[in-house]
């Protein structure tokens, strides 16, 4: 969920919101939370959450049908649907659903967070980008079925914060398809890519 308000960081939740408050989201959260306490990197913290999140993806009922519909309203455009289900009260972790009609596509961006992305329900096809010389390149397409999840994990890190990963991809929607996401760190938004 975007975490920034005209440039600034937004303040501090009172306390964490569970907008999906079941014991399997608890768990899931608590257990994220005791996995990338002592994480030194993105690329850590997705590796030790990694098998939290395949299982997440495999549980056929964790995600009720309410955040696996469309929703207009949500702000995202082209009927994609935006679902919170979990956000940290100091806004370092969140968990959301996203629902895409089949056909639709983002622009090439990258996330400001560190993460998985997932599908859930559908398929989906990703096109991975690199930047040069003024312009972005192809480097590689893959389908991503049920259970296939993404890293945005790969950058370095100081030894005081996790550093925002800069990988560029864009992804189209095969058939109507449900995309749980967990993100990390204070920066959970995308910018396109350039």
């Not at 768990?27 to 994220?32: K, N, P």
Request: proline content about 8%.
């Amino acid at each position: 969920m975007c975490d920034f308000q005209r440039g600034g960081l937004l303040p501090p939740l009172s306390e964490d919101e569970y907008v999906l408050d079941t014991r399997r989201v608890r768990e899931f959260i608590g257990a994220v939370r005791e996995r990338i306490k002592d994480a030194g990197s993105p690329a850590q913290a997705c590796e030790d959450i990694g098998p939290l999140f395949a299982d997440l993806l495999s549980d056929r009922d964790w995600l009720p049908a309410r955040y696996q519909a469309p929703a207009a309203a949500s702000g995202m455009g082209g009927g994609i649907g935006q679902w919170l289900v979990f956000r940290a009260a100091d806004r370092t972790l969140s968990l959301f659903s996203l629902v895409v009609p089949p056909g639709a596509m983002t622009p090439v961006h990258d996330h400001l967070a560190w993460g998985l992305v997932g599908v859930y329900r559908g398929n989906q096809d990703e096109e991975f980008y690199r930047p040069g010389g003024g312009r972005l390149e192809l480097v590689r397409r893959r389908p991503l079925d049920p259970g296939d999840f993404s890293r945005c994990c790969r950058r370095a890190t100081t030894s005081t914060a996790f550093v925002p990963p800069r990988r560029r991809h864009r992804s189209r929607s095969i058939s109507w398809q449900t995309t749980p996401a967990a993100y990390g760190a204070t920066r959970t938004t995308s910018r396109p890519g350039r």
